[in-house]
């Protein structure tokens, strides 16, 4: 086992359900199979910031359940590399933003140890990152090796139709209804990368619940007014 406990619990959103797949089916698809067959080397996922790597990344250990262990490295980088120790315990490791450690010795050692463990004990990685291995910044070249192995997903970015279609579909899945004129609306208004329009969509889910109201204009105007 680790040598420090890992109570990092999972976004409740962060489903397949509740992720538009529209670009994006291959990885979807490929991801989907890792849990059905409940085998395989693993992946690597690649894209900007707020494109859903986190979201995909939860969402398959949302469906392996106690299979797997999340870790995103941007939360434990301080705690040290001793944190990978014992991972490959579990059948599916997933790493977030693990390019976080790229040029740190101590981490790119540990991350190595922690590949070829998961490959000796018959398990899956999955890793997200900004880039493809190669370009990362992995000091260590076996590191790198070992990565490159991996079969790299880009991650698509949404369009603006396709942004409006992803916050009725998490809408949804939270329960509400958000008209096309309100999702648009709140597009035109706010921040468009994903991250931000979620967190004003989960302040006007918390809001609409109060105060008993639809999602329409006025009440979008209404509360993004307030932010």
């Given at each position: 086992m680790s040598q420090l406990a890992l109570p990092l619990k999972l976004q409740d959103h962060a489903v397949f359900e509740s992720f538009l797949a529209t670009g994006n089916e291959a990885l979807i698809a490929f991801?989907?199979?890792?849990?059905?067959?409940?085998?395989?080397?693993?992946?690597?996922?690649?894209?900007?910031a707020a494109v859903g790597k986190t979201h995909l990344l939860q969402a398959f250990c949302e469906r392996v359940q106690s299979s797997a262990q999340y870790l995103p490295m941007g939360d434990v980088v301080t705690a040290g590399a001793e944190i990978l120790d014992g991972l490959a315990s579990r059948q599916f490791v997933c790493l977030d933003d693990v390019d976080i450690v790229a040029g740190n010795d101590q981490w790119e050692l540990g991350l190595f140890r922690l590949f070829n463990d998961v490959v000796d004990a018959g398990g899956t990685l999955l890793c997200s990152a900004s880039a493809a291995p190669r370009d990362c910044g992995f000091e260590l070249a076996d590191l790198e090796s070992r990565f490159s192995l991996l079969p790299v997903y880009q991650i698509h970015p949404l369009g603006d139709s396709e942004r409006i279609e992803a916050l009725q579909l998490r809408a949804g899945h939270r329960g509400l209804e958000l008209p096309v004129e309100a999702a648009a609306y709140l597009l035109n208004r706010s921040s468009r990368d994903m991250a931000s329009l979620y967190q004003i969509l989960d302040k006007l889910d918390s809001e609409a619940l109060i105060a008993q109201r639809r999602l329409t204009i006025p009440f979008v105007r209404e509360v993004i007014g307030k932010l």
């Open positions: 991801l989907q199979d890792l849990v059905s067959d409940g085998h395989g080397l693993g992946g690597w996922l690649r894209g900007g």
